[in-house]
């Protein structure tokens, strides 16, 4: 480990955001402490750690806190580097400008999209209209992937997995939890037939296995925790 210094991330279990930064540290198989957070009475170390937010995920390097999650990512990348270690993002840097165009991709456009779905909507109306954003989203990043040239074998990354696979694999959880809600597939092998299988490689991935969740059900149960986190408060 560089320098030496501890790993800690503090974090929500279900959150796609602290998900990604998990996947990260495993694929570079470094050791780190997770701290479980309760959103309803954050920690005084969360609450120092990230004063200008407030949320989740907070990677302590060394005490020192990264926040954000893309940012925690290129970090990540940035300082555990070198012969033998998996990189996030490619070396060349017209590739890293790519890899990032893709991952904010999927934050603004699948990433609102759950958002809606799950906390922001509030007619059934709204909830389609946010599942079709997402299915369109996922469309297009099939796309991306034919235009890689993959086959159904590789990952955005190429053979690894990289920033765009963490970025987007982090919200797998989820989507199995709204598959169940909403009694439709969001990955659907017969609309995006390279992303069915790209789920099931990411999934199968060992940097995934212990942390992107895969029972529903239990996220489903999570749910009005959050709901109750996130509902306006009364003045």
Same mark, same amino acid.
């Given at each position: 480990?560089?320098?030496?210094?501890?790993?800690?991330?503090?974090?929500?279990?279900?959150?796609?955001?602290?998900?990604?930064?998990?996947?990260?540290?495993?694929?570079?198989?470094?050791?780190?402490?997770?701290?479980?957070?309760?959103?309803?009475?954050?920690?005084?170390?969360?609450?120092?750690?990230?004063?200008?937010?407030?949320?989740?995920?907070?990677?302590?390097?060394?005490?020192?806190?990264?926040?954000?999650?893309?940012?925690?990512?290129?970090?990540?990348?940035? &300082?555990?580097?070198?012969?033998?270690?998996?990189?996030?993002?490619?070396?060349?840097?017209?590739?890293?400008?790519?890899?990032? $165009?893709?991952?904010?991709? !999927?934050?603004?456009? !699948?990433?609102?999209?759950?958002?809606?779905?799950? $906390?922001?909507?509030?007619?059934?109306? @709204?909830?389609? /209209?946010?599942?079709?954003?997402?299915?369109?989203?996922?469309?297009?990043? @099939?796309? /991306?992937?034919?235009?890689?040239?993959?086959?159904? @074998?590789?990952?955005?990354?190429?053979?690894?997995?990289?920033?765009?696979?963490?970025?987007?694999?982090?919200?797998?959880?989820?989507?199995?939890? &709204?598959?169940?809600?909403?009694?439709?597939?969001?990955?659907?092998? /017969?609309?995006?037939?390279?992303?069915?299988?790209?789920?099931?490689? $990411?999934?199968?991935?060992?940097?995934?296995?212990?942390?992107?969740?895969?029972?529903?059900?239990?996220?489903?149960? $999570?749910?009005?925790?959050?709901?109750?986190?996130?509902?306006?408060?009364?003045?």
């Amino acid at each position: 480990m560089a320098g030496g210094d501890e790993l800690k991330v503090l974090g929500v279990w279900t959150s796609p955001y602290v998900i990604r930064v998990r996947v990260a540290l495993n694929l570079k198989s470094l050791p780190y402490e997770y701290v479980e957070e309760n959103l309803g009475s954050k920690s005084a170390l969360l609450l120092g750690s990230n004063p200008v937010h407030k949320t989740v995920p907070v990677l302590l390097h060394g005490g020192r806190p990264v926040n954000e999650s893309q940012v925690i990512l290129q970090y990540i990348d940035e &300082v555990w580097s070198g012969a033998g270690v998996p990189s996030v993002l490619p070396a060349d840097p017209y590739e890293r400008a790519v890899a990032r $165009f893709w991952a904010a991709y !999927v934050d603004d456009k !699948v990433g609102s999209a759950w958002q809606g779905m799950l $906390f922001t909507c509030t007619t059934e109306e @709204e909830r389609a /209209a946010a599942v079709a954003r997402a299915v369109a989203a996922l469309q297009t990043l @099939e796309g /991306a992937l034919a235009e890689r040239g993959d086959k159904g @074998e590789g990952f955005f990354g190429g053979d690894g997995i990289g920033l765009v696979d963490v970025v987007l694999g982090g919200y797998l959880g989820w989507f199995r939890a &709204v598959d169940r809600m909403m009694g439709r597939r969001l990955i659907d092998p /017969a609309r995006t037939p390279l992303l069915a299988r790209w789920e099931d490689r $990411f999934r199968a991935a060992e940097a995934a296995q212990s942390v992107v969740p895969d029972d529903a059900d239990k996220m489903l149960e $999570f749910l009005p925790t959050l709901l109750a986190l996130s509902a306006p408060k009364s003045k």
